[in-house]
């Protein structure tokens, strides 16, 4: 159960960036979660109010959006669905594939409170400047 | 708005830091992971028992509680630092890095760094390894690889263990294990060895020693060619 130490890992990250942006707090975070990243995202999204509490990322809404399992195939070329226990090829069988996609474990969006209150969302000038 | 950031960044920028230290010291490191009890610290010392006066090596060891692991492989004439994590099921990066300050790596060829006895956790911490070990003890499932995927996918060895007791457990079928390996798409190589009996140790320890070689390749060809760009930065 590494899911907490994971958060901690999230909450960094996410405090680097509302730093930089001077928020006062962070309303919600986005993340992507493959089948592959080892992360479980029941197990993260139970984890992620206790690790948050007392940090600038508390009261934040945090949602996963899951990542979809390919594989290409380095015979025959095909690219097909795979679970993570069967990367094999689906159109010809072979075990010679490459994840497409599926490992993620990535942060995609963070909405930062700026003023005092209420709550806002970064702007488009913002997001803009702040690809990091 | 919209970020991209890796989740584990401050991990795995530590990581590099810990890989950039064991090239500067044209150290191999490898990332032993298995179940509990599946005979990693068994296998370092028959490893270090056969290596003797051949190549030098260092271990890092990673447990909740205890040196008793250190403790043996000290016993056997090799330095070893032992990471006690307490309640943690993994080491990560920054633990690495902190036993790296008491483990001189001088003359060192290569390092084992002994995970937590877990299938699961150690998978997603990248510790600076160059090679990721996977032991399967033949008392174990042969479908573990299919249970555990996201380790045994990453392995770039899988030692099967313990060999010596496959008459005794009957059903582990060593050909059932490298399948569910190749399912992951995994090209590794399947060693069966037994620790204990000396059974199978060969093609373990020449393994071991093409990967050094491949390693110190590498190093030496890159080497050659950063020199000239990075001549104005201080030595690592």
Not at chain 1, 39 to 67: H, N, Y
């Amino acid at each position: 159960m590494h899911e907490l130490a994971l958060c901690q890992a999230l909450i960094a990250e996410v405090e680097v960036v509302a730093r930089r942006h001077r928020a006062h707090g962070v309303s919600a975070v986005r993340l992507v979660l493959g089948p592959l990243s080892g992360a479980e995202p029941a197990l993260l999204q139970s984890a992620f109010p206790l690790a948050v509490a007392g940090t600038g990322l508390e009261g934040a809404i945090l949602s996963i959006d899951p990542a979809p399992l390919r594989v290409a195939c380095d015979s025959c070329g095909a690219e097909s669905e795979a679970t993570p226990n069967r990367l094999v090829c689906t159109a010809c069988g072979d075990w010679h594939t490459r994840i497409l996609s599926g490992d993620e474990l990535t942060i995609t969006g963070v909405e930062l409170i700026l003023e005092q209150s209420p709550a806002t969302q970064g702007s488009m000038e913002d997001s803009a400047a702040s690809h990091v | 708005m919209p970020v991209l950031k890796k989740l584990l960044e401050r991990n795995d920028s530590v990581a590099a830091h810990n890989r950039a230290h064991f090239d500067a010291h044209a150290v191999l490191a490898l990332d032993l992971m298995s179940a509990p009890g599946a005979g990693k610290t068994a296998l370092l010392e028959a490893t270090i028992d056969a290596l003797r006066g051949e190549l030098r090596m260092a271990v890092i060891e990673g447990d909740l509680e205890t040196e008793n692991d250190a403790r043996r492989i000290r016993a056997k004439g090799v330095p070893a630092v032992q990471i006690t994590t307490g309640g943690a099921c993994h080491l990560d990066a920054h633990m690495v890095h902190e036993a790296l300050h008491g483990l001189s790596l001088e003359g060192v060829d290569i390092l084992f760094i002994e995970n937590v006895g877990n299938l699961v956790c150690p998978a997603s911490f990248d510790l600076g390894q160059h090679r990721d070990v996977a032991l399967l003890s033949v008392t174990e499932g042969d479908d573990k690889p299919a249970k555990y995927p996201i380790l045994f996918r990453a392995a770039d060895v899988v030692v099967l263990s313990k060999a010596d007791l496959l008459p005794y457990v009957g059903d582990f079928e060593p050909a059932r294990a490298e399948r569910c390996l190749r399912e992951l798409a995994n090209a590794a190589p399947l060693v069966t060895l037994s620790a204990r009996s000396g059974a199978g140790m060969r093609a373990w320890l020449d393994w071991l020693r093409s990967e050094l070689s491949a390693r110190r390749m590498r190093a030496a060809s890159t080497r050659l060619t950063i020199q000239p760009l990075s001549a104005a930065q201080p030595p690592v």
